[in-house]
């Protein structure tokens, strides 16, 4: 299993910027195939963000494409989501999860999940 820890959340204003990120540590290998960012609101379902394979390519979700860029620095073991132009309803809880699979569209990866939900970082966007 892949151990991973997100960070860099906070409260902003709408129309402001944040960076998450998230390290892996432990059986890393998973980390290889398809890693994703997914976040959770109060009251709502868990919903697939950003998704990124192992040889750069990318999906998003409708609802940030253009505003969201998700990045991964292999050397590091860290995957990050840049997030621009944010808007009220970005406010949620933000995991990330590694999967032995495939890339799927909408910020989605096909296959195994190989880690454990962490903690989460929090992001509050005001209007």
């Known amino acids: 299993q892949v151990q991973l820890d997100e960070s860099g959340g906070g409260s902003v204003q709408a129309g402001g910027s944040l960076t998450l990120s998230c390290a892996a540590s432990g059986d890393t290998y998973y980390t290889s195939a398809c890693m994703r960012w997914v976040r959770q609101a109060p009251g709502k379902e868990r919903e697939g963000v950003a998704a990124?394979?192992?040889?750069?390519?990318?999906s998003y979700a409708d609802s940030v494409k253009g505003r969201f860029t998700i990045s991964k620095d292999s050397a590091k073991n860290t995957l990050y989501l840049q997030m621009n132009s944010l808007k009220p309803e970005d406010t949620a809880m933000y995991y990330c999860a590694a999967y032995w699979g495939s890339l799927g569209s909408g910020g989605r990866c096909y296959g195994a999940q190989h880690n454990t939900w962490g903690q989460g970082t929090q992001v509050t966007v005001s209007s």
């Open positions: 990124i394979r192992g040889d750069g390519s990318t």
